[in-house]
């Protein structure tokens, strides 16, 4: 249900962006969301949706690019990028560590817009 607070504050960053560049229509959200984020692409999509209803960012699309888990190596400095669904290891791939921090993978973004 926390999509609904993280789909109004990207709307309210949307609308401004719009208001500031004079668009009549946005056709398009384009979002970069973690892998690690547990927002669901349908509910972020629907949630929207309500939100946006009237509105010149009505019937807009969400289209969302995930952003895989990047791990950093507290003891070798490697950085490297890890699949959750397949890996649940996360050791480092050059020193075999498991001291590893996320860099990314938690985020979510406004990559660009579409509008008219």
């Given at each position: 249900m926390h999509e609904l607070s993280v789909?109004?504050?990207i709307l309210k960053v949307v609308l401004?962006?719009?208001?500031?560049?004079?668009v009549k229509k946005?056709?398009?959200v384009h979002l970069q969301v973690g892998e690690l984020s547990d927002l669901e692409d349908q509910w972020m999509q629907q949630y929207f949706d309500y939100l946006a209803k009237d509105g010149i960012a009505e019937a807009?699309?969400?289209v969302i690019e995930r952003v895989p888990v990047v791990m950093k190596c507290s003891d070798c400095g490697m950085s490297h990028a890890i699949n959750?669904?397949?890996d649940k290891s996360s050791m480092?791939?050059?020193c075999g560590s498991t001291?590893?921090?996320?860099?990314?993978?938690?985020e979510y973004f406004i990559k660009n817009?579409?509008?008219?």
């Amino acid at each position: 249900m926390h999509e609904l607070s993280v789909i109004n504050n990207i709307l309210k960053v949307v609308l401004k962006h719009a208001e500031d560049h004079k668009v009549k229509k946005v056709v398009a959200v384009h979002l970069q969301v973690g892998e690690l984020s547990d927002l669901e692409d349908q509910w972020m999509q629907q949630y929207f949706d309500y939100l946006a209803k009237d509105g010149i960012a009505e019937a807009a699309c969400l289209v969302i690019e995930r952003v895989p888990v990047v791990m950093k190596c507290s003891d070798c400095g490697m950085s490297h990028a890890i699949n959750i669904k397949e890996d649940k290891s996360s050791m480092c791939p050059e020193c075999g560590s498991t001291n590893n921090t996320i860099v990314s993978g938690r985020e979510y973004f406004i990559k660009n817009l579409e509008a008219i």
